[in-house]
């Protein structure tokens, strides 16, 4: 599947209504942990055909980062049937990331 970006407009069908678990990568383009993951998650979103990888940049959604408390970036978030379901604040290795979708 595609990298999704995701905005207030698309957050609730992307993300919340998906019939798939969602991996939500908060981020911000100043941010050089952030771009040290951004490979990572491209290569996630290109492997992965049961979860949705999303990105979310908190200087242009800062409503979505504070109504998911995200106080450091980069911050995934998993969310399965509309929860959030796990959470991790930083830089993650590939299969870190994968442990934490259950693969």
Not at 68 to 76: A, D, H
């Amino acid at each position: 599947m595609a990298l999704i970006h995701v905005t207030s407009d698309n957050f609730e069908e992307e993300v919340l209504h998906s019939d798939k678990p969602v991996l939500v990568d908060f981020w911000a383009s100043w941010c050089g942990p952030c771009r040290m993951l951004a490979p990572v998650i491209d290569q996630l979103a290109e492997e992965l055909t049961d979860v949705k990888v999303c990105k979310v940049d908190v200087d242009a959604e800062p409503n979505l980062a504070a109504k998911f408390k995200v106080m450091s970036i980069p911050t995934l978030v998993v969310f399965e049937n509309g929860q959030t379901v796990k959470t991790t604040v930083g830089v993650q290795s590939k299969s870190a990331i994968l442990k934490m979708l259950g693969k």
